[in-house]
Structure formats: structure tokens, C-alpha cells
């Protein structure tokens, strides 16, 4: 889509270039046909970050926060303060007796966080000379707390003061965090998820305590991934491609997979090697989920895992043609990815016609090569085929316009899809229909006032 604009794009880096998923310029599902470029940062853009319903805050390696108008495109403010790289951004609604305000929270390589008015683009505090650079940070809204994770977990109220912290990390350090139920905590840090349950003072004479209170050690690798799932559970996946589904209460394994354990056996179509699979083609990039499936990007590829199966239901074990970054389910069943390659595909689940009674138990196989294969002992799974639910994952969309990697997208109200990458651009994706009858609306109302004039 708008390769006639802005001309063609090879695949960045050392990769080869697929033409089984070339989808072409004829893309009738695809509403995304209007581009806007918007320029303000001078290196990699990493991160986007929804403020409401018409305002976002872009960041990266240049250390600003640029704040801009999803509809117009406007630059709102620009936020200056770091010295180094942004690491981390969230947003931090901050409620006082008056009323409530949205404000950003942002962390950088210069050991500093800062919180800034989204209205106004003012800093309105700030915390520096921390122990080590901050890789992660968390919100607890119902609580009025943030943590910061790094070499150190701090946990800090609204007015960037420190209630408690942790033991210092020698190591790597923390490099994701996620909220649990009951006042806990979960942090990934290199092969281990640490649980952390934060003590809340029952009277002023008491202070704030953080206490871990278990490690998990289930996996073989570093974790890449941490992720909320529901109120029941959260998964975890490592550098290895081992995807673990957690109980949140408990915190035992609901499901263990390694996904690409059975890949080459599994796809028919691909011809036998005798090699293992390169570290890169395993590593597990980015986990989502909708409370019914997990979207994994591993390498290269795209796998959907049912939570209610759990098994993988569908993958493109090629999807883009370099490491997939980013991925979304969206309500309409849609999925978006984006990749190394600079582009940004849309997916569509689609249910294939029943098997015959009498099809090859290999042909099954295919198909369900991620069933558990660790689980608790009184854990019962649905099996067979009353419960395997056939599925392709079909290309649906193309979006080329970046020159260099993609490293993440934000939408908007199913008209507006955000994309950031190393080409220091950020560009809005728009649904051209839409946009030409807001303007066809808009010529017809100043014609309207000016009296046809």
C-alpha cells in the first residue's frame, strides 16, 4: 500500500525476501490509503503512547517526548529534559481534589524519571542520580503508586517520593514488570520471575515494605516477554521460545510450551533440514493478549495460542521477512504486526473447512503441535478432536512506507494506526474514505456559512 508514493522498500539487513506473502497494491480490506509523515525526532523512535482518544506521546533514543494530535498531525508540546535515550514511557493519570489530570512518566539512560503535565508539557517533577537507568516502569493506579525497575525496584508515590525498594541486582537487573492481584508484583529478571507482594501500612507510625515472597525458575532462558493475560492469569515467554501461561493467585504453571519444538515436522510444505533452528528464529520478541488468545511473535513469525485449547490454533512461521517486533489483536478479530523488514501487516483468522473422519493423525499433528506438554498434574484439558479448532492465518494488508525497522504501532478508533521506527519518522495511517468525507463535510460547511461564495 502506497509503494506508488514512496517508492519501494527492500527488507532491511541481511534477510531474504519472501514472495509467498506478496499481497500487492489491490488490497480491498486494507482502509489504511492515506499517509501522513510526521517529523520531530532526530534518532530511533521506540515508543508510542496513547494520553485519550486524541493525543499521543512519542519517544526514543534522541531523549525528547514529543506530544501530538492524532487527527491533525499538530505537534502539541515538546518535552525536554533527558540527556540520553528514553528507556521507558507510560502514561500516569494524576487525581487531586480538583480534578484529574493525564500526565507522562518517562525514565531514561541519564538514572532520571520525570513526570510531565500532558496538557501543559511542563515537568512537574522529576527524581535523578538513581542507581542504574531504568528499563521498566509501572503504574498501580488503585494504589497511587508507580515502581521503577531496573538494578533497584523502587516504589514511589505520586509526589516522587521513594516508599521502599529492593536489594540491588548485580546482574542484568529487572527488565519488565506487571501487576497481580492482591498487592503483588511480578518481575522478570534475566531466567527468573521474582513475585513481590508490597506491604501497604495500616496506620502513619507504619512504612511501605516490599517482600518477595517466591522465584520461578521454570524457564531455560532470559524472559523477553511478561504480560498480563486476565484477572486469572499472566505468560511469560524466554529467549528460547518457551511460552508459560501462570496462575496470578498461586502462581503455578497453567501450561508450558516450547513452540518451536515441533515447527519443522510440522510444516508440510517446508523441506526437512537436518539443522537446528538459528537462536533468533526461537526468541519469543513480544506476547499479547485479548483474555481469549495469546499472540506470540517468535522470530520471524506469528503464533495464536488459545487459552481455552491451550494449544497454538494457527502460525505463520514466516510472516514478515525479518524478526516480527510487535503485535496486536484487535476486538474486530483482526491482527497487526510489524517488523525488522519496515512494514506493518494486518492478519485475519479464518476458520478452514472440518477434516475428513478418516484424515492422517500427521495431518492433525500439524495443526496441534503445541499441546501442553507440562502441566500440573490435576490440571484437566479438554482433548481430541471435539475441541481442535482448524484455522489459517490469511494476509489481509501491507503497509510500506518506513525505511527502516518498525518497532511498534498504536490505534485509534479503527481510523487511525500510529507506527514509529529507526528512521526516526512517525507516520499516521489513515482510513482514506473516512478522511475524504470529513473533508468533503468540511468544504460543504464553509460553503455553507460563506453563503456559496
Not at 479503527?414 to 514509529?420: F, R, Y
Request: aromatic share 8%.
Amino acid at each position: 500500500m502506497l509503494r506508488w508514493l514512496l517508492g519501494g522498500r527492500e527488507a532491511q539487513g541481511p534477510v531474504e525476501k519472501t514472495t509467498v506473502l506478496f499481497i500487492g497494491e489491490e488490497q480491498p480490506k486494507n482502509l489504511y490509503t492515506e499517509l501522513q509523515v510526521l517529523k520531530g525526532h532526530f534518532d530511533m523512535v521506540r515508543f508510542l503512547v496513547r494520553i485519550d482518544d486524541f493525543r499521543f506521546a512519542s519517544a526514543g533514543d534522541d531523549g525528547i517526548v514529543l506530544l501530538w494530535n492524532v487527527q491533525t498531525g499538530e505537534r502539541l508540546h515538546e518535552l525536554r529534559g533527558h540527556s540520553q535515550q528514553i528507556t521507558a514511557i507510560t502514561r500516569f493519570q494524576k487525581h487531586s481534589a480538583e480534578s484529574s489530570c493525564p500526565m507522562i512518566l518517562s525514565a531514561s539512560s541519564d538514572r532520571s524519571v520525570s513526570l510531565w503535565d500532558a496538557d501543559t508539557g511542563s515537568r512537574v517533577q522529576t527524581v535523578t542520580d538513581l542507581h542504574s537507568s531504568v528499563k521498566c516502569l509501572l503504574v498501580l493506579e488503585r494504589l497511587d503508586l508507580w515502581l521503577s525497575g531496573g538494578n533497584v525496584l523502587c516504589v514511589w508515590n505520586r509526589n516522587f517520593e521513594l516508599l521502599c525498594k529492593t536489594e540491588v541486582f548485580n546482574d542484568a537487573g529487572i527488565t519488565a514488570i506487571i501487576e497481580l492481584p492482591k498487592n503483588c508484583i511480578a518481575a522478570a529478571m534475566d531466567k527468573e520471575l521474582i513475585i513481590y507482594r508490597l506491604k501497604v501500612p495500616a496506620s502513619e507510625s507504619e512504612s511501605w515494605e516490599i517482600q518477595e515472597v517466591k522465584r520461578l525458575s521454570d524457564h531455560q532462558d532470559s524472559v523477553r516477554a511478561l504480560i498480563s493475560v486476565n484477572d486469572q492469569a499472566f505468560a511469560s515467554g524466554s529467549h528460547v521460545g518457551e511460552l508459560i501461561v501462570w496462575d496470578s493467585l498461586d502462581w503455578t504453571i497453567q501450561s508450558y510450551e516450547r513452540v518451536f519444538g515441533d515447527t519443522a515436522q510440522a510444516d508440510l510444505q517446508s523441506e526437512i533440514k537436518l539443522i537446528s533452528p538459528k537462536q533468533n528464529e526461537m526468541s519469543i520478541q513480544h506476547l499479547t493478549s485479548d483474555g481469549e488468545y495469546i499472540i506470540a511473535a517468535i522470530g520471524s513469525g506469528i503464533y495464536v495460542y488459545s487459552l481455552l485449547t491451550k494449544n497454538v490454533i494457527v502460525y505463520r512461521k514466516t510472516a514478515h521477512d525479518s524478526d516480527v517486533l510487535h503485535t496486536l489483536k484487535l476486538p474486530n478479530g483482526q491482527l497487526i504486526s510489524c517488523s525488522e523488514d519496515g512494514s506493518v501487516r494486518f492478519w485475519v483468522l479464518q476458520d478452514l473447512p472440518p477434516p475428513a473422519e478418516h484424515a492422517s493423525s500427521a495431518f492433525f499433528g500439524m495443526w496441534g503441535f503445541g499441546r501442553a506438554n507440562k502441566q500440573p498434574p490435576n490440571q484437566q484439558v479438554k482433548k481430541g478432536a471435539d475441541c481442535l479448532v482448524l484455522r489459517s492465518l490469511e494476509l489481509t494488508g501491507d503497509l510500506i512506507g518506513h525505511s527502516g525497522a518498525v518497532q511498534m504501532f498504536l490505534p485509534f478508533n479503527d481510523s487511525v494506526l500510529v507506527t514509529c521506527s529507526t528512521d526516526h519518522l512517525i507516520m499516521l495511517w489513515k482510513d482514506g474514505e473516512r478522511e475524504s468525507r470529513l473533508r468533503s463535510l468540511d468544504l460543504f460547511n464553509k460553503l455553507e456559512q460563506n453563503k456559496g461564495l
